[in-house]
């Protein structure tokens, strides 16, 4: 069994930051990437943001230069620090974890529950 337990969302001004945390937890061997995703109603899901095992990431151009996602491999932790955030930035976030239970099993997408960030003007 494996679960991922987001932290972080809230309410917050336009301007202001939030930090969302991510923790899997379970019978995890390895851990690929690590995501952010978020969706709004009627929409699709959309990635934020992703982290690397070695620390690469890659960023939605709508986020780049204000979002920053980071990951502690030790504790099986990914971040996202959201700054300068906007109006359009409202949506639940969720986090995404590409792992191996085994280290004979092919890796899976693991999801967490979703965490609701509101930007309000």
């Known amino acids: 069994q494996v679960q991922l337990v987001e932290s972080g969302g809230g309410l917050v001004q336009s301007g202001g930051s939030l930090r969302l945390s991510c923790t899997a937890s379970?019978?995890?061997?390895?851990?690929?990437?690590m995501a952010w995703y978020r969706q709004t109603p009627g929409k699709q899901r959309e990635l934020v943001a992703v982290?690397?095992?070695?620390?690469?990431?890659n960023y939605a151009d709508s986020v780049r230069g204000r979002f920053t996602i980071s990951r502690d491999n030790a504790k099986n932790t990914v971040f996202l620090q959201m700054n300068s955030l906007k109006l359009e930035d409202t949506a639940v976030y969720y986090c995404?974890?590409?792992?191996?239970?085994?280290?004979?099993?092919?890796?899976?997408?693991?999801w967490g529950q979703g965490t609701q960030v509101t930007v309000s003007s």
């Open positions: 982290v690397a095992s070695s620390g690469a990431t």
């Open positions: 379970g019978s995890i061997f390895s851990i690929n990437d």
């Open positions: 995404n974890a590409d792992l191996k239970r085994r280290a004979w099993y092919a890796s899976q997408d693991y």
